[in-house]
Each structure stands twice: as structure tokens, then as C-alpha cells.
């Protein structure tokens, strides 16, 4: 074989901004999870993308090495743009070598050695001893400078979570060897030993620092959003309270039946659900929504349940959630709030929405008042459940008490449909049978 013959030929091709949604023109670049020079695996994540609406990890489409980084984090570009190159060694015959982050397939018979890497370093691991990585884990080991091979994976499929690595970081350190180590500086502290974190720019006034991070481009959007329904619509919010004292029990009779059916457990959100798509079909105009000079009412129910995302709060949407049993509801719930955690929601699941639901209770809230998502007429915001003693025939009782609110756009929901809408959660909730009956 000539020295021609055995030369292998590099292939790289530009890392782009995929298209994120037709109304998304700009993103920003997140966090690099590979450096230049890496190895990676196909499909390994290289890099967040964080538009206005959903952040989205860049894989690589080939097994290769990342030869450059062209769009730094904090970036903001394009749909289209560039970010980097990747590269991949291939043979003449056109395999991806060994070097390139793949492996030849050992074929039974097969004598001759394997062709030299046409890349410099270590070989990449084997896939028994390279673990698949989710992205919430994926961005911990690389703001901890962890390795996947030190993390015990308790995911489906050997996966590690981003729970493992938290647990791994937790754990007591190893005990220092008896190698000498260089003196500290006069100047050094206790913390000098804590892993490298990435630098932030920091003001410091003697002891009392401030840490300077730049706010992401999700926070922004939704600062944004936030701000606009301020300014936009008539919010004005109403409240009452619920005795949840049929529902606990309804649920308590039935939980464990529940979830030996359906492999999901019976919440309360199932039941907030059902109850607001019959006082939305009762009070229709918060159903609506204001569009130029028109009003536009809504025939159908995709609820939206706000949840807390790996990168702030998201709106994740029930679709034709009138047509949803309670079981599918709690399905589709803790299936969202679960990508939601690592990032994985799609920008479709983020989209619309003609009523949203926010359950404040599940930190700790015990009243608030909700802001309207736009270009949505109304939010119900549910709080903690509390005992409290309330008067009932003529008796003082201690019942498990939630107080609601519901914030509304006053331009086209008046005082009295507000307040109807809420008596009519309230009723179906004290009452769950009706759901059953629909009265």
C-alpha cells in the first residue's frame, strides 16, 4: 500500500442554528458543553441554544472532534448562523476512523490491526464505558468539572440524571494523598479547594461581593411578556376558597387503584382541569381573547400548566384537554413537568394556550395573584392547602382549606363573570360529582 493510499482525508462541516419556529429569528448561545479539540459521539450534545420561547442542546451529527467555537455564550445570532465546525477522520473508503469518536466493528476472522488514527490523543471509550448523559446532567458536569465515569447512573437505561450528579457532588471527598502540595499564598482561603467554577465577574466591597450574571435570553422573554401584559390589558384579580376535603378523600379512597390502572398518580391538577373547562364552557369570555378591535371566542380548551423549568417558569400546554380523561391528564402532566426540568420541551408544547393554570401551592404560597399570559383573558393561580377553622351550619370546623384567584382581563370579563367562574371551580371542587354528572 502506498503511502497515498494509506492516508485518510478530514471531512468538517459548520455547526448552525437550527430553525426554532417560524416566529423565532434571533437566539442566543447558552453554555459550550464540549471545548475545542473534544472528542464526541454522534448525537452528543455540544452546545445550548436559548431562544425567546424554548432552549434546545446542538448535537453533533457525527461521531468527530470540535475543531472550532466561533460564536461565544451570551451571543446573539441569527437562525442560520454558524456557531462552529466539527471535523470527522475518514478512511478512503469513506468509515469514520477509530479516532474520530467511533469505533471499527470487530468482525469475526478479521487478523489485521487496525489503521492508524488520523487524530492525535486518547482513543474515546467504549459505549459500555461512556454512559448516556441527559442534558441537565450534561451542563452540571461541565460547570462542576465532573466526568461521567465518576457518576453512578440511576436513570432508565443506565442514564445519568442530573439527580446523580448533585448526589455525586454531595458526597464526602476522598481523602487527600500524602504527595506534597504547594504552599497557599498569604491571600488564599479555606475555599481555595472547592472545584473551578466558571469565572463571573464579581464587584467586591471588602467582604460583602455582588455577582454579576447576565440575565438569559429565556428570563428576558419572559421579563418581557410579563411587563407587556401589564401594560396591554386590564388585569384585575378576585379570590375565594375551597374546601378540599371531598377531593382529599375521593383521592385517598382512590390513589393506589389509580395507580396500579394508569402508572401515574391522582393529583389535584387533574381535578382543577376538568373544573375550569366547565367554568370556562360556563363564562366563555375568559375563554376569549381581545384581538385588534374584535373578540375572539375560543370553542376549544388547551389549558396551560405553568411549571418550573431547568431555565425558569414555562407554560407547557394541555391540547383538547376537554377531551382528556383524568388519567391522561396526569399522564401528560408529569410527562411535561419532567422535560420541562431538563429542557426538552419542543417549542409546539410551548405554543398557544387559551386558559392557564399556576399552582403557587406546591412552594409554599398562600396567596398571590397571578399575571395573565398573553394574549390569554385569564390565569388561576391555586395556593397551599391548610387547615383552617371555618364556619359550617352554624358550626366552627377545621377543614383543609385552599384559597384560589383568578386574574382576569377587564376589558372584556366583567366583575360578575369573574366571580361566577370562581364560584363555579369552587362548587365542582366541593362537589367532585359533578364532574361526573355535568351539573
Do not use: C
Amino acid at each position: 500500500m502506498t503511502p497515498v493510499e494509506s492516508e485518510k482525508s478530514v471531512q468538517s462541516v459548520e455547526l448552525k442554528v437550527p430553525d426554532m419556529g417560524e416566529s423565532v429569528i434571533e437566539v442566543e448561545i447558552g453554555d459550550w458543553l464540549k471545548s475545542e479539540g473534544d472528542v464526541v459521539d454522534q448525537d452528543e450534545p455540544l452546545v445550548v441554544i436559548e431562544s425567546d420561547k424554548v432552549t434546545v442542546e446542538l448535537p453533533a451529527p457525527f461521531p468527530g472532534r470540535l475543531k472550532k467555537i466561533l460564536q461565544a455564550k451570551g451571543s446573539v445570532v441569527s437562525v442560520g448562523t454558524t456557531v462552529g465546525t466539527l471535523e470527522r477522520a475518514e478512511k478512503p473508503n469513506g468509515e469514520p476512523a477509530a479516532g474520530a469518536g467511533g469505533e471499527e466493528a470487530d468482525e469475526p476472522g478479521a487478523s489485521s490491526p487496525p489503521a492508524p488514527s488520523a487524530v492525535s490523543g486518547p482513543p474515546p471509550a467504549r459505549a459500555a464505558d461512556h454512559p448516556r448523559v441527559m442534558p441537565s446532567a450534561q451542563r452540571l458536569l461541565h460547570e462542576r468539572r465532573m466526568s461521567p465515569q465518576d457518576i453512578e447512573a440511576t436513570g432508565p437505561g443506565g442514564r445519568i440524571l442530573k439527580e446523580d450528579v448533585l448526589r455525586q457532588d454531595r458526597a464526602p471527598r476522598p481523602a487527600p494523598s500524602s504527595a506534597p502540595r504547594p504552599a497557599a499564598s498569604p491571600s488564599s482561603s479555606s475555599f481555595s479547594a472547592a472545584p473551578a467554577l466558571e469565572p463571573l465577574r464579581t464587584a467586591w466591597d471588602g467582604e460583602r461581593a455582588e455577582q454579576v450574571v447576565p440575565m438569559s435570553r429565556l428570563r428576558r422573554r419572559i421579563a418581557e411578556r410579563l411587563v407587556e401584559a401589564q401594560q396591554t390589558a386590564a388585569l384585575l384579580t378576585t379570590f375565594n376558597e375551597i374546601d378540599m376535603s371531598a377531593v382529599i378523600a375521593l383521592r385517598n379512597q382512590y390513589k393506589q387503584a389509580f395507580v396500579e390502572r394508569h402508572g401515574v398518580k391522582l393529583g389535584f391538577m387533574s381535578f382543577f382541569v376538568k373544573a375550569s373547562i366547565e367554568a370556562l364552557s360556563l363564562i366563555p369570555q375568559i375563554n376569549a381573547e381581545v384581538r385588534g378591535d374584535d373578540i375572539v371566542y375560543r370553542h376549544y380548551y388547551d389549558i396551560g400548566v405553568a411549571v418550573g423549568g431547568g431555565r425558569g417558569l414555562v407554560v407547557p400546554v394541555l391540547r383538547d384537554a376537554d377531551r382528556m380523561s383524568f388519567a391522561q391528564i396526569e399522564q401528560a402532566i408529569a410527562d411535561l413537568a419532567g422535560r420541562a426540568q431538563t429542557n426538552e420541551l419542543t417549542l409546539e408544547e410551548l405554543q398557544g394556550g387559551t386558559f392557564t393554570i399556576s399552582n403557587g401551592g406546591v412552594y409554599g404560597s398562600l396567596l398571590s395573584t397571578p399575571i395573565v399570559n398573553p394574549p390569554q383573558s385569564g390565569i388561576l393561580g391555586l395556593h397551599a392547602i391548610q387547615d383552617r377553622p371555618v364556619a359550617i351550619e352554624g358550626e366552627v370546623l377545621v377543614r383543609p382549606m385552599m384559597y384560589v384567584a383568578l386574574t382576569y382581563d377587564h376589558r372584556i370579563v366583567d366583575g360578575r363573570e369573574a366571580v361566577t367562574f370562581l364560584k363555579r371551580i369552587k362548587e365542582t371542587i366541593e362537589q367532585p360529582a359533578r364532574l361526573l354528572l355535568e351539573i
